[in-house]
């Protein structure tokens, strides 16, 4: 029975951590800054359908007839209520709108285009998805109570909460995961909670029908339960694939009852390790900035993502994230680029520079990804940045032209269309 429920439940936890931005690769992994282009992207999507819209609604020429009797009338809420389409009051609110959307989006990529999507400010990345290594989003679940069976109930839930916090998603090789739960009451208030048993729980897809295998868990003071889940020293140590760890639990409620009950989490594990950090760095300065060479070995071809976060020295505190997207040949020795760009250093006058916690993602041309072993911590020191050598300059190149004279033409065609048929939209 557990085996049938696995794969439901590692469906569940996988949704909950992807939607808490768990492996983000379109944030965590991309330093938080894929949203901005293709978030200007879907504006021109939504301006694109609401002059459909317009369009599909005028009868009688761009402008509409004037027909101002909506303007004068409000519901019984006191909310003056939408135009209709193809009325002029409809067409100028749209026509408006298309025009402050267009500011809106050329404004937001002139200061997006401050800096490459290779190297981003520290600011705009959320604390958790990007610039914590291996950020998994914490699962904050009712405590499923078990049935007359003895087996967890998914229709017989606990008021009670259990909050997992995992060091990371994404196994591969030689990693562990550790896993950290405390429990809540209904009103956030901390509850007394002690683990019964841990046990990891293969997914359909993985290949040899291999039983649930138990391993340990722990309780504190402090911390609440501690479990660390090691593949190696399981029986999945040479599966890869999904995989669901469920805690039994037992937690003290306010009013002296105490329940029993489970909770999951869910890893990903490629028994097989993509490649790994040698240690050696390489620093240059090219264009205004410094670059940094990471030795690597790669284990197989293909496409390495990998986040650099870096510190001023002065303290943990992380002014710049750097991205690596880069497409290896071949198997074997290879330096991997990360630039930290120029204006980053001169804005937040880093004399030193430490490199520190980094993480990524080996992506096959077939296949499963897998993540990369990293380094937590500073791992790699500039002692003495030459600030002669670099420059403060905005980025500036042929795509950031492009780009911006394309949301400048958008600017002015939806002002053209103010200016047409709706003297301006000033009003």
């Given at each position: 029975?557990?085996?049938?429920?696995?794969?439901?439940?590692?469906?569940?936890?996988?949704?909950?951590?992807?939607?808490?931005?768990?492996?983000?690769?379109?944030?965590?992994?991309?330093?938080?800054?894929?949203?901005?282009?293709?978030?200007?992207?879907?504006?021109?999507?939504?301006?694109?359908?609401?002059?459909?819209?317009?369009?599909?609604?005028?009868?009688?020429?761009s402008?509409?007839e004037?027909?101002?009797?909506?303007?004068?009338q409000?519901?019984?809420?006191?909310?003056?209520?939408?135009?209709?389409?193809?009325?002029?009051?409809?067409?100028?609110?749209?026509?408006?709108?298309?025009?402050?959307?267009?500011?809106?989006?050329?404004?937001?990529?002139?200061?997006?285009?401050?800096?490459?999507?290779?190297?981003?400010?520290?600011?705009?990345?959320?604390?958790?998805g990007?610039?914590?290594?291996?950020?998994?989003?914490?699962?904050?679940?009712?405590?499923?109570?078990?049935?007359?069976d003895?087996?967890?109930?998914?229709?017989?839930?606990?008021?009670?909460?259990?909050?997992?916090?995992?060091?990371?998603?994404?196994?591969?090789?030689?990693?562990?995961?550790?896993?950290?739960?405390?429990?809540?009451?209904?009103?956030?208030?901390?509850?007394?909670?002690?683990?019964?048993?841990?046990?990891?729980?293969?997914?359909?897809?993985?290949?040899?029908?291999?039983?649930?295998?138990?391993?340990?868990?722990?309780?504190?003071?402090?911390?609440g339960?501690?479990?660390?889940?090691?593949p190696?020293?399981?029986?999945?140590?040479?599966?890869?694939?999904?995989f669901?760890?469920r805690?039994d639990?037992?937690?003290?409620?306010?009013?002296?009852?105490?329940?029993?009950?489970?909770?999951?989490?869910?890893?990903?594990?490629?028994?097989?390790?993509?490649?790994r950090?040698?240690?050696?760095?390489?620093?240059?300065?090219?264009?205004?900035s410094?670059?940094?060479?990471?030795?690597?070995?790669?284990?197989?071809?293909?496409?390495?993502?990998?986040?650099?976060?870096a510190?001023?020295?002065?303290?943990d505190?992380?002014?710049?994230?750097?991205?690596?997207?880069?497409?290896?040949e071949?198997?074997?020795?290879?330096?991997?680029?990360?630039?930290l760009?120029?204006?980053?250093?001169?804005?937040?006058?880093?004399?030193?520079?430490?490199?520190?916690?980094?993480?990524?993602e080996?992506?096959?041309?077939?296949?499963?990804?897998a993540?990369?072993?990293?380094?937590?911590?500073?791992?790699?020191?500039?002692?003495?940045?030459d600030?002669?050598k670099?420059?403060?300059?905005?980025?500036?190149?042929?795509?950031?032209?492009?780009?911006?004279?394309?949301?400048?033409?958008?600017?002015?065609?939806?002002?053209?269309?103010?200016?047409?048929?709706?003297?301006?939209?000033?009003?």
């Open positions: 029975m557990a085996q049938k429920n696995v794969g439901v439940g590692i469906a569940i936890v996988v949704a909950a951590l992807a939607a808490g931005g768990l492996f983000a690769r379109s944030k965590g992994m991309l330093g938080g800054t894929a949203g901005g282009e293709e978030g200007a992207a879907g504006s021109e999507g939504g301006r694109a359908g609401r002059k459909a819209r317009r369009n599909a609604g005028e009868g009688s020429g402008g509409g004037r027909e101002g009797a909506q303007d004068s409000r519901d019984d809420a006191g909310r003056e209520p939408d135009p209709e389409p193809g009325t002029y009051a409809y067409n100028y609110k749209t026509a408006k709108a298309e025009l402050e959307m267009a500011k809106h989006d050329l404004e937001f990529y002139k200061n997006f285009s401050r800096w490459p999507e290779s190297a981003r400010p520290a600011e705009e990345v959320a604390a958790g990007g610039l914590l290594p291996h950020y998994t989003a914490p699962t904050s679940l009712p405590l499923v109570k078990r049935g007359p003895g087996k967890p109930d998914e229709n017989q839930v606990s008021k009670s909460r259990a909050v997992l916090v995992q060091d990371r998603f994404q196994l591969s090789g030689s990693e562990v995961v550790v896993v950290k739960i405390h429990a809540l009451s209904e009103k956030e208030k901390p509850l007394p909670v002690r683990c019964a048993s841990a046990k990891v729980y293969p997914s359909p897809e993985v290949p040899g029908n291999l039983p649930p295998f138990e391993f340990g868990c722990t309780a504190d003071k402090e911390q339960v501690i479990a660390t889940f090691d190696q020293r399981s029986p999945f140590r040479a599966s890869s694939g999904n669901a760890l805690f639990l037992e937690i003290d409620r306010e009013d002296g009852v105490k329940e029993s009950g489970s909770a999951e989490t869910g890893v990903h594990y490629v028994a097989t390790n993509p490649g950090l040698t240690g050696v760095v390489r620093e240059a300065y090219e264009n205004g410094l670059a940094f060479y990471l030795g690597f070995e790669a284990a197989a071809p293909g496409f390495y993502r990998l986040n650099v976060r510190d001023n020295g002065q303290d505190k992380v002014f710049a994230h750097m991205n690596i997207r880069q497409q290896v071949k198997a074997g020795p290879v330096e991997l680029r990360a630039e760009f120029g204006k980053l250093i001169v804005d937040n006058q880093a004399k030193v520079v430490r490199l520190r916690d980094v993480d990524g080996y992506v096959p041309a077939a296949g499963e990804i993540g990369i072993p990293g380094k937590d911590g500073v791992f790699y020191t500039v002692k003495s940045v600030l002669t670099i420059k403060g300059d905005d980025w500036s190149s042929p795509e950031k032209d492009d780009r911006t004279k394309h949301y400048e033409d958008m600017v002015k065609k939806a002002q053209d269309d103010c200016d047409k048929n709706f003297d301006g939209c000033q009003k």
